[in-house]
């Protein structure tokens, strides 16, 4: 975990503690291998030598910048989020997402055994949920999730700028992670700007017009 609470992508930035949550009464939602040296292709690229710097290839990776997300399993009692980046489209037919969880965090044990799970694209008023599931608690703050109707188990975050209820479809371990791979089973979406992520700290986009 960073300095900032959240898990940039795990894999960039280290494991991210997971968080506990109440959940809301509400309506139904509408909806790495051992690296060897390489020579540089170009002047001014770094080599990757066997043992390279972790802390400067962080760095690097978080120049890439992303969206954030809250993924959660189970409801009330049982509900679980996490905070993570390592999000993305994995294809529309059949429509698929893949998330990136390290296997030492403890939304991965979780994963292991879910058949569904939600994904919440967070919105640039939503810096607080991040941080908050990413193990900087808020204490004042009040999370508040949504069921998904036909999906038992699956509950999204509000105020989203897009919510993904899913089914497990595949696991792929990828070094000290593993990819989960779920199939959407209902989505929602809204016009509200995302939160972005870069080189370890928020910021927010203007909207296209």
Known sequence: MNAHGLAIS???AGVAAAAHVGQCSTDA????ATPAAAPACAAGVDSVPPRFDERRLRTALGRF???VVVISTGSGDTLHAMTANAFMSGSLRPPLIVVSVGQRARMHERLMSAERFGV???SDEQEPHSRHFAGEPQSWLAPCFTE???LDGVVLLERAVARFGLRMSDRHVCGDHTLFVGEVMAFSLDERAPL???GGRYAGVAQAR
């Open 196 to 198: 972005v992520f870069f």
């Open 65 to 67: 910048a992303t969206g």
């Open 10 to 12: 795990e894999a960039a």
């Open 120 to 122: 919440s694209v967070l």
């Open 148 to 150: 998904v109707e036909g």
């Open 29 to 32: 939602a509408a909806l790495a």
